[in-house]
């Protein structure tokens, strides 16, 4: 059974996000640094830093990582069901 459940697909999204803000972390700081003390100006003088961002958050939230996070988690979770399986026979 391959299908989840919509709270394990939201903790799956929130993995995914955590980990992208985690690898992110030198770019998310760069443009924080930019956008500190600024108003109006963030929006063209931080906008090499937002598309940094962007395309960092990107590269690990996309499709292609997010599909990796949850063939994982269903790896796991029969493996669980096995082992399960087996300590009640």
């Not at 999204?13 to 980990?19: A, F, P, Q, S």
């Not at 998310?28 to 100006?41: H, L, M, N, P």
């Not at 598309?51 to 988690?73: F, N, Q």
Request: charged share 40%; with cysteine; hydrophobic share 35%.
């Amino acid at each position: 059974m391959n299908a989840l459940s919509r709270r394990e697909e939201e903790n799956l999204l929130k993995i995914t996000k955590e980990r992208a803000v985690k690898e992110c972390h030198d770019v998310v700081k760069e443009f924080a640094d930019c956008v500190s003390g600024r108003t109006i100006s963030v929006a063209w003088a931080c906008r090499k830093q937002l598309r940094t961002m962007e395309d960092c958050i990107l590269l690990y939230t996309g499709p292609e990582p997010y599909e990796r996070v949850r063939t994982e988690y269903l790896r796991l979770r029969e493996e669980q069901r096995a082992a399960k399986l087996r300590d009640l026979q």
